[in-house]
């Protein structure tokens, strides 16, 4: 196809302009119909269809043909310094995405990818919550230039490094049934199970004549065994969830490899659908270690980081969901390889060499003496109608504001080093925060009437990235002159470095 | 902070209310007409309606004016800095090359006021704008030059 846009300088290194790969109107196409899979299961199988069926079929005609043009007319050029890629079939589009400015290269493989060696890319630039470009699909030959590109114009623009990648982690099947042991991830296997079964059909059907038949022997059956057997039941279903969220991470994160490269790492996981994700090591603006219960009973501690590239994070199967999570450094990590870990990905961070330094004095009163008043006021409100019982209860509320007030004020901690700040807390699910004073942003104390009563404030520092980690710098309950040092201190280091990307 | 911002924070807020007191004023009337059998109800409906808009012009006036004595804003070359808040304090540290862009914004009121607001946006996520109203429009522009140079390093 003629372009009829003005060339650019052709750079020495400029490509002529590339179409997609021979066979990704099949990927595109089956993308497009993958939401009618299921009334034309129905049409084909179920006994004559409704007429919404038909139509949605009807409908899907439409769809697919779109599909397909979008595949004929999508057209991309490797130039010297950037991607263009022009897409569109009726509104034409036209975008440049400099290499510079990508953030990571996601690649998403299934089974019929593999089969034909292609892949689907996914470029992740700094802004908001969508992958900048999507390509569906390019041959893995033809994405092994785009990384070339993108790596040589990053950074030092001498030769690329042609260090042969080193593993830093590799996930056995034995820790992936760990992480599920730990995870809640059951609950997510269990809504999707259900939902397919639903879209899938019959079920429906089936559920509605069922149910009282079903409800009926059900009240039956509990009438005579009674909590015992609901009991076994909860047990049941827990055990289940369990093993779906063991199955779900051996699917998921299979073979799971973290491997460093010259200054990106880069991630591959996925039994069926193979996830591969580059991360510059530069482009990290925050690592974030959360260890529940379950993960301190096993010895582990899961580590994600956030990036400013928002999207490429573990993902729930699907090739162009936006994701909900931080993208993994290790999804599941016995404790005591952290500190390596940490120190293979980011030289200065050194765990083991924190200066640990506690809340205020005066924190764990306060929130004792909260406490206190919240289950006054509590209970006071509902004397009126439960009485003794709100009476009764009072004790335990103190109880629980003891020991909640204890362990927070003891697991709430920060050390500031020479490369930035940590800060962890959480005595439930315990969190840690690393950030470098290179990628913080502003810093800021924040003082509520409360704070102000007893002197204290709260410290917290901005970071890039889409906000995805539910842990940040928010270190509350600090003598207000201690805040002020520490915000100064970050402050000067934070301008004393030039944030990049 | 330009002293005249307090007088264009009054004038604002003294819209809202009127809009909101005339808004409010066609139900609470109806009402009050309306329900003819207890005369003194509707009397006590409409003196509670005029306390509650009395009081919120009180704040709308006295708002301001406490919020302008609290507000302390500084640069140096190191980057700018906010101090703000009449109950809950604020006290922002920005640093200069963190900085990705500044907006000098101007609404209707401000600008027959001739004053603006300066806006500094970073890459962060929380504080991702961080907005510094009530500036002379001259001293807006002035700060958003001293802003922009030496932003130059900043190749991303």
């Given at each position: 196809?003629?372009?009829?846009?003005?060339?650019?300088?052709?750079?020495?290194?400029?490509?002529?302009?590339q179409?997609?790969?021979?066979?990704?109107?099949?990927?595109?196409?089956?993308?497009?119909?993958?939401?009618?899979?299921?009334?034309?299961?129905?049409?084909?199988?179920?006994?004559?269809?409704?007429?919404?069926?038909?139509?949605?079929?009807?409908?899907?005609?439409?769809?697919?043909i779109g599909?397909?043009?979008?595949?004929?007319?999508?057209?991309y050029?490797?130039?010297?310094e950037?991607?263009?890629?022009?897409?569109?079939?009726?509104?034409?589009?036209?975008?440049?995405?400099?290499?510079?400015?990508?953030?990571?290269?996601?690649?998403?493989?299934?089974?019929?990818?593999?089969?034909?060696?292609?892949?689907?890319?996914r470029?992740?630039?700094?802004?908001?919550?969508?992958?900048?470009?999507?390509?569906?699909?390019?041959?893995?030959?033809?994405?092994?230039?785009?990384?070339?590109r993108v790596?040589?114009?990053?950074?030092?623009?001498?030769?690329?490094?042609?260090?042969?990648a080193?593993?830093?982690?590799?996930?056995?099947?034995?820790?992936?049934?760990?992480?599920?042991?730990?995870?809640?991830?059951?609950?997510?296997?269990?809504?999707?199970?259900?939902g397919?079964?639903?879209?899938?059909?019959?079920?429906?059907?089936?559920?509605?004549?069922?149910?009282?038949?079903?409800?009926?022997?059900?009240?039956?059956?509990?009438?005579?065994?009674?909590?015992?057997?609901?009991?076994?039941?909860?047990?049941?279903?827990?055990?289940?969830?369990?093993?779906?969220?063991?199955?779900?991470?051996?699917?998921?994160?299979?073979?799971?490899?973290?491997?460093?490269?010259?200054?990106?790492?880069?991630?591959?996981?996925?039994?069926?659908?193979?996830?591969?994700?580059?991360?510059p090591?530069?482009?990290?603006?925050?690592?974030?270690?959360?260890?529940?219960?379950?993960?301190?009973?096993?010895?582990?501690?899961?580590?994600?980081?956030e990036?400013?590239?928002?999207?490429?994070?573990?993902?729930?199967?699907?090739?162009?969901?936006?994701r909900?999570?931080?993208?993994?450094?290790?999804?599941?990590?016995?404790?005591?390889?952290?500190?390596?870990?940490?120190?293979?990905?980011?030289?200065?961070?050194?765990?083991?060499?924190?200066?640990?330094?506690?809340?205020?004095?005066?924190?764990?009163?306060?929130?004792?003496?909260?406490?206190?008043?919240?289950?006054?006021?509590?209970?006071?409100?509902?004397?009126?109608?439960?009485?003794?019982?709100?009476?009764?209860?009072?004790?335990?509320?103190?109880?629980?504001?003891?020991?909640?007030?204890?362990?927070?004020?003891?697991?709430?901690?920060?050390?500031?080093?020479?490369?930035?700040?940590?800060?962890?807390?959480?005595?439930?699910?315990?969190?840690?925060?690393?950030?470098?004073?290179?990628?913080?942003?502003?810093?800021?104390?924040?003082?509520?009437?409360?704070?102000?009563?007893?002197?204290?404030?709260?410290?917290?520092?901005?970071?890039?990235?889409?906000?995805?980690?539910n842990h940040?710098?928010?270190?509350?309950?600090?003598?207000?002159?201690?805040?002020?040092?520490?915000?100064?201190?970050?402050?000067?280091?934070?301008?004393?470095?030039?944030?990049?990307? | 902070?330009?002293?005249?911002?307090?007088?264009?924070?009054?004038?604002?807020?003294?819209?809202?209310?009127?809009?909101?007191?005339?808004?409010?004023?066609?139900?609470?009337?109806?009402?009050?007409?309306?329900?003819?059998?207890?005369?003194?109800?509707?009397?006590?409906?409409?003196?509670?309606?005029?306390?509650?808009?009395?009081?919120?012009?009180?704040?709308?006036f006295?708002?301001?004016?406490?919020?302008?004595?609290?507000?302390?804003?500084?640069?140096?070359?190191?980057?700018?800095?906010?101090?703000?808040?009449?109950?809950?304090?604020?006290?922002?540290?920005?640093?200069?090359?963190?900085?990705?862009?500044?907006?000098?914004?101007?609404?209707?009121?401000?600008?027959?006021?001739?004053?603006?607001?300066?806006?500094?946006?970073?890459?962060?996520?929380?504080?991702?704008?961080?907005?510094?109203?009530?500036?002379?429009?001259?001293?807006?522009?002035?700060?958003?030059?001293?802003?922009?140079?030496?932003?130059?390093?900043?190749?991303?």
């Open positions: 196809m003629e372009s009829d846009l003005p060339t650019e300088v052709a750079g020495e290194q400029s490509e002529p302009e179409s997609l790969h021979p066979l990704s109107w099949l990927f595109m196409t089956g993308a497009a119909s993958k939401g009618l899979v299921g009334p034309w299961l129905l049409l084909l199988f179920a006994s004559g269809g409704s007429y919404i069926e038909v139509f949605s079929v009807l409908f899907a005609v439409p769809a697919l599909a397909f043009l979008k595949h004929a007319v999508f057209r050029r490797l130039g010297a950037e991607i263009v890629i022009r897409d569109g079939v009726l509104t034409r589009n036209e975008r440049h995405i400099p290499y510079t400015r990508i953030q990571n290269i996601d690649l998403v493989q299934n089974p019929i990818h593999r089969l034909f060696g292609v892949a689907l890319v470029l992740e630039t700094a802004s908001g919550q969508r992958p900048e470009a999507v390509i569906r699909v390019l041959s893995l030959e033809a994405i092994e230039r785009l990384r070339q790596q040589a114009q990053r950074g030092s623009r001498d030769k690329i490094r042609e260090d042969e080193r593993v830093l982690l590799h996930l056995p099947d034995t820790e992936l049934v760990r992480l599920g042991l730990i995870s809640n991830r059951g609950m997510l296997v269990l809504a999707a199970i259900s397919l079964l639903w879209q899938v059909g019959g079920w429906e059907q089936q559920m509605e004549e069922l149910s009282p038949e079903l409800l009926r022997q059900f009240g039956e059956t509990t009438a005579d065994f009674g909590f015992g057997l609901g009991l076994l039941a909860v047990l049941i279903l827990l055990i289940l969830l369990r093993l779906f969220s063991v199955a779900w991470y051996l699917f998921t994160l299979h073979d799971f490899q973290l491997r460093i490269k010259a200054d990106d790492l880069r991630t591959v996981y996925g039994l069926l659908n193979r996830v591969s994700a580059t991360i090591i530069r482009r990290i603006q925050l690592i974030s270690c959360h260890a529940t219960l379950l993960h301190r009973l096993f010895h582990r501690v899961s580590v994600q980081l990036t400013a590239g928002s999207i490429g994070g573990p993902g729930e199967g699907g090739e162009f969901d936006t909900k999570e931080a993208p993994w450094l290790a999804p599941v990590l016995p404790e005591d390889r952290l500190p390596g870990l940490l120190r293979e990905v980011l030289p200065e961070v050194d765990l083991r060499n924190l200066d640990w330094q506690p809340l205020a004095a005066g924190a764990r009163k306060r929130l004792i003496r909260r406490g206190m008043i919240l289950s006054l006021l509590g209970g006071a409100a509902f004397f009126p109608t439960f009485q003794g019982w709100a009476l009764g209860l009072l004790p335990v509320f103190f109880a629980w504001t003891l020991l909640h007030a204890t362990l927070f004020v003891r697991n709430t901690q920060y050390a500031l080093a020479d490369w930035g700040v940590a800060f962890r807390s959480g005595w439930w699910v315990r969190r840690l925060s690393l950030l470098g004073y290179a990628k913080s942003q502003s810093a800021w104390l924040a003082e509520s009437p409360f704070d102000r009563r007893h002197g204290m404030a709260s410290l917290r520092v901005d970071t890039a990235g889409a906000g995805k980690l940040r710098i928010d270190i509350p309950f600090l003598e207000a002159g201690v805040a002020r040092a520490i915000r100064e201190r970050i402050h000067a280091e934070a301008s004393r470095r030039s944030f990049r990307w | 902070m330009d002293p005249k911002s307090v007088t264009v924070a009054r004038l604002a807020g003294a819209l809202w209310v009127a809009i909101l007191a005339v808004a409010s004023l066609i139900p609470v009337a109806i009402i009050a007409l309306t329900s003819t059998g207890v005369a003194w109800l509707s009397g006590v409906l409409l003196l509670a309606w005029g306390i509650a808009i009395l009081v919120l012009g009180l704040l709308t006295l708002w301001p004016a406490w919020r302008y004595r609290f507000l302390r804003w500084w640069m140096d070359d190191r980057g700018v800095y906010i101090r703000r808040g009449v109950l809950w304090r604020e006290d922002i540290a920005i640093p200069k090359s963190r900085i990705q862009h500044t907006d000098v914004s101007q609404g209707p009121l401000e600008r027959s006021f001739n004053l603006a607001s300066l806006i500094v946006h970073t890459a962060g996520t929380v504080n991702a704008s961080v907005t510094l109203a009530g500036l002379s429009h001259p001293l807006a522009m002035h700060l958003r030059d001293l802003l922009l140079e030496g932003g130059q390093d900043d190749g991303v």
